[in-house]
């Protein structure tokens, strides 16, 4: 990514309807990679990650880590080492945190190590306000003393944290991710009670019980931690994206499968499996983490809930909704766990989707293929279904604001080029 000088927009444009094939390989997930590189704040021995994507959020999180006082080195191409040699601040400062809300992730970690740390309150985003509430009653629950005033929130706990039952009112994934990180250090045993259940969770238990954690329960709705005194470096494997995975499934479900998808996340995927089966495709594993997507037939349309894991992902919502779009008759999505994350609907309707949304629900009536138009990428995963419209388009789309994408999915475009897309990056003067 580079930054774009004054007056200066880059977009991504894609000429439609051509011919898919090939190979594709999932990166490391980017919602696992940002907590377990928080983790390492846990201990001051090296942390070595393997398979970190290559995203504008990873960079974010290493410039956070850098700040405090990480020694960062990419020892070869998708690994990084960590270690945290001096603090140098216990601080997440705001120009960081605005540009990626799991930022808060350092919070748990430098508190429950330092007693102490000081992190801007993450803004809301395109798709909706994005409290941390939770994240703020657990932690005072375990013994901190918090503040929030200046847009910060101020962390105390001089003499560490105590092990507590602590209820999750709504599932949270950074909230359980944060709690559980700073249960380890805490003193005593902390239970999490209706704890979010995503791979990613249960990914960053894996690398904290190898850094001498004493968890069980991660990827239940119960988790129990033991508070240890202190954790060793490790050397841990990021699983792969299985938002990428998804988002790929729904591209070569669109081609009829002539791509095969390696580094799949089988299975993270079971109920997205499921839904596609009811929709005419199927995912068939060709070898132990390689699947082809393969058409059963003529696609059906489908009514869609997205839930906390194991469930529906709102992260797939946007790109199921794209292909939902070209599928003859009437769908419906009913986006459950975000207040706003409709704004892919408008841009749809630009390349000529028939959706309509009430409230939480948007009604999709199948078009016979959608036409290719200027449009904007409004959030992250947003940006893929931007993208997965403009391959299987009449014509040429192109998309601005795609920063969006770079944040969360490694290389999409040299991958589709790869595949045999026209896709390419320009830039645009803003006539001022
Ligand atoms: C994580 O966000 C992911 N981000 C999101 O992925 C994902 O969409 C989301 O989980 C849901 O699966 C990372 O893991 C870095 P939540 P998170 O806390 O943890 C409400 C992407 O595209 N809530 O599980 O911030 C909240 O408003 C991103 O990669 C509170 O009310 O989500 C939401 O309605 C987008 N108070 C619901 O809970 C809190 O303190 C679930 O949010 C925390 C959350």
Redesign the pocket.
């Known amino acids: 990514m580079i930054d774009l000088k004054e007056g200066v927009v880059e977009y991504l444009e894609i000429e439609g309807q051509k011919e898919l094939k090939g190979a594709v390989r999932i990166s490391g997930a980017?919602?696992a990679a940002?907590?377990d590189m928080a983790a390492a704040i846990l201990t001051d021995e090296t942390v070595i990650l393997e398979n970190i994507p290559y995203l504008l959020?990873v960079s974010t999180m290493k410039n956070l880590l850098e700040h405090i006082g990480f020694r960062i080195e990419e020892k070869e191409n998708s690994v990084l080492s960590f270690r945290l040699e001096r603090v140098a601040s216990l601080e997440a400062p705001y120009e960081l945190v605005s540009k990626m809300?799991?930022s808060?992730?350092v919070l748990g970690p430098l508190l429950t190590r330092f007693g102490y740390a000081k992190v801007a309150l993450p803004g809301g985003?395109s798709?909706?306000?994005?409290?941390?509430?939770?994240?703020?009653?657990a932690l005072k629950k375990m013994g901190a003393k918090i503040k929030v005033e200046h847009g910060y929130i101020y962390a105390e706990a001089p003499r560490g944290l105590k092990g507590s039952y602590i209820h999750f009112s709504?599932?949270?994934?950074?909230?359980?991710?944060n709690i559980m990180m700073a249960a380890v250090l805490a003193e005593g045993e902390t239970i999490i009670d209706n704890a979010?259940r995503?791979p990613?969770v249960v990914d960053l238990a894996n690398m904290l019980k190898k850094m001498g954690a004493d968890i069980k329960g991660e990827g239940t709705d119960t988790i129990v931690i033991k508070g240890v005194k202190r954790l060793k470096g490790t050397d841990h494997r990021i699983i792969p994206d299985r938002?990428e995975a998804g988002t790929f499934a729904v591209i070569s479900a669109l081609f009829d499968g002539n791509i095969i998808i390696e580094e799949y996340p089988y299975e993270y995927l079971g109920y997205v499996h499921a839904l596609l089966e009811k929709m005419g495709v199927n995912v068939v594993k060709i070898s132990q983490n390689q699947v082809v997507i393969k058409r059963s037939g003529r696609l059906k349309p489908v009514d869609i809930q997205t839930k906390?894991?194991p469930y529906f992902?709102?992260?797939l919502q946007a790109q199921f909704m794209t292909f939902l779009s070209v599928i003859e008759g009437s769908s419906k999505i009913t986006e459950n766990?975000?207040?706003n994350r409709f704004m892919h609907v408008p841009e749809l309707r630009r390349l000529g989707a028939d959706i309509t949304v009430s409230g939480r629900d948007a009604f999709i009536k199948g078009v016979k293929s959608l036409s290719g138009a200027q449009v904007k990428a409004t959030?992250?995963?947003a940006s893929a279904a931007m993208v997965i419209a403009g391959l299987i388009a009449r014509g040429k789309t192109r998309i601005y604001d795609i920063y969006h994408l770079d944040?969360?999915y490694e290389n999409l475009d040299s991958k589709l080029r790869l595949l045999g897309a026209s896709v390419k990056r320009g830039f645009e003067e803003i006539n001022s």
Do not use: M
């Open positions: 980017k919602n940002l907590p959020d809300r799991a808060i992730l985003c798709i909706g306000t994005r409290p941390v509430d939770l994240h703020l009653k709504k599932k949270s994934v950074t909230g359980t991710e979010a995503e990613e938002i906390e894991y992902p709102t992260d766990i975000f207040e959030d992250l995963r944040r969360g």
